[in-house]
């Protein structure tokens, strides 16, 4: 690895980690794309798996913070992890069955969706006391589990943490506040990016040297991101809006370059 490739993936992993503390998620759609046409990685699979290491290793890491300030629901992560894991799993097979350019058309398509969901305005119709019990597990697990199941395949084909898709996912099923959302699917996106980083790193699909220096960036892009964020709490809006049309862009990108 020269030191051209080496100082690309240390700014890609901290340009990550900068997205992430500043909008608190999405960080991870960039990575693919960033990996394949800034660092270099020649294969689109190799590129899935690298991702997928460094991401479930971010979010092990930010997953810390937001348990010891008591905003992660274990239950119900428990419930919606598992069903994304077997989702995961599958989706995993699936992209590495994939060529590589349609896989990437697709991923950039998904970027475009995702970007302009993000400038959509959320709804707030919280329920903050809620608790996966025997007595609303049956109005919960219904929604759980196939919303989980469906969020881990798209994460698993991807290679994605599936952040953006989990925290909605996540309120959706139960109206949980957004920043117990934002807590809770910390622990989704650790299993989903674990079961997808095991399959690549099975099918000799990761490079290690790489990831190392894109988790090492992250630390350093998080902790600027944490702080620039708080500077500019009350602009999160045109942050949101602005990361989306990023997010717009460089999927078009990826669809031009590889069709």
Do not use: Q
Not at 116 to 144: G, N
Not at 222 to 238: F, I, Q
Request: with cysteine.
């Amino acid at each position: 690895m020269d030191a051209a490739t080496m100082l690309a993936a240390l700014a890609s992993g901290a340009l990550i980690g900068l997205i992430l503390g500043l909008v608190g998620g999405g960080g991870s759609i960039l990575a693919v794309p960033l990996l394949v046409y800034v660092v270099g990685v020649g294969s689109t699979h190799a590129a899935i798996g690298t991702a997928a290491v460094a991401v479930s290793v971010n979010a092990l890491a930010s997953l810390t913070g937001h348990a010891r300030a008591g905003r992660v629901k274990w239950r119900c992560a428990g419930v919606f992890a598992a069903a994304g894991v077997i989702g995961a799993g599958l989706g995993a097979e699936l992209g590495k069955a994939f060529d590589g350019k349609r896989l990437l058309v697709l991923f950039g398509a998904l970027m475009i969706g995702v970007g302009l969901s993000m400038l959509r305005k959320r709804k707030a119709a919280w329920a903050p006391d809620v608790r996966l019990t025997r007595t609303s597990a049956r109005t919960l697990l219904p929604r759980l589990l196939p919303i989980g199941l469906g969020t881990g395949l798209a994460a698993g084909f991807f290679g994605i943490g599936g952040g953006f898709l989990i925290v909605p996912g996540l309120i959706l099923a139960t109206a949980m506040p957004l920043e117990f959302a934002i807590g809770t699917s910390l622990v989704v996106v650790s299993a989903l990016g674990l079961t997808t980083a095991g399959s690549y790193a099975v099918s000799g699909l990761v490079d290690w040297g790489i990831t190392g220096l894109l988790v090492a960036g992250g630390v350093v892009g998080s902790m600027a991101g944490l702080k620039l964020g708080k500077r500019l709490a009350a602009r999160e809006g045109v942050l949101e809006r602005g990361f989306a049309a990023v997010v717009i862009a460089v999927g078009g990108y990826v669809i031009l370059t590889s069709v």
